[in-house]
């Protein structure tokens, strides 16, 4: 099994619906995060959580809600999907300190 | 807060030959330095990274980057490319979160 799996891989949604994306992790961190990815812009954080009591907003927070359910869980809501929030979002998880990130497969999210 | 710049968005090499891939970092103290490899349709992979220490770090699959304080660089090489590094390299640095470049495209021609 893989250390962090994102459910589901593929999504379309329409506007204005919600969406949660959910992500599992059994590396036993405290730390999660969740991005999203642009072709030309990379990777830009939109939340992270560095234990389940813990949520803290990113570089692009707006639009986006998240839970963290329990230390291994951390799901990432759009209450009203709008189109400009397709995209590839990643969720990703690290040990304490610094450290490299583990990260899952990704979901690929389309709101036409 | 910290940042990255990758200065090419996409660069062709033929298989064999060297490769540089370019990273500047901005950041008040020591930088944690990173780079990640991502393949079609896949996650992104840690490639090597950097803490402290010795200024020229080793990583997976052949690759090694070289830390330089006074031009706030971080670049990649690789001696002899496959065809199989095709993919995107992402330079990242971390402070109490990560942040990425926006990438490099690599293209390995036979």
């Known amino acids: 099994d893989a250390d962090v799996t994102q459910t589901p891989r593929n999504r379309i949604t329409k506007t204005g619906k919600r969406i949660m994306l959910e992500c599992s992790q059994t590396?036993?961190?405290?730390?999660m995060y969740w991005y999203r990815q642009d072709p030309g812009l990379g990777l830009r954080l939109i939340y992270y959580s560095f234990d389940v009591k813990d949520i803290n907003k990113g570089e692009i927070s707006d639009g986006y809600s998240v839970s963290r359910q329990a230390q291994a869980k951390f799901s990432l809501s759009l209450e009203s999907a709008i189109p400009n929030q397709t995209a590839l979002y990643f969720c990703?998880?690290?040990?304490?300190?610094?450290?490299?990130?583990?990260f899952g497969s990704g979901t690929r999210l389309t709101v036409v | 807060a910290q940042s990255v710049t990758q200065p090419d968005i996409h660069i062709t090499v033929s298989e064999g030959a060297s490769l540089e891939l370019r990273c500047n970092y901005s950041?008040?103290?020591?930088?944690?330095l990173f780079w990640y490899v991502q393949s079609p349709g896949q996650g992104l992979q840690l490639l090597l990274k950097?803490?402290?220490?010795?200024?020229l770090v080793q990583g997976i699959k052949g690759f090694e980057a070289e830390f330089k304080r006074s031009q706030s660089s971080f670049n990649l090489r690789k001696p002899s490319v496959h065809w199989s590094d095709a993919a995107e390299y992402f330079c990242?640095?971390?402070?109490?979160?990560?942040?990425f470049g926006a990438g490099t495209r690599l293209t390995v021609k036979p």
């Open positions: 990703a998880t690290s040990a304490p300190g610094v450290s490299g990130y583990t």
């Open positions: 950041y008040g103290a020591t930088p944690y």
């Open positions: 950097y803490f402290s220490g010795d200024t």
């Open positions: 990242a640095v971390s402070g109490n979160d990560m942040r």
């Open positions: 590396k036993g961190h405290d730390r």
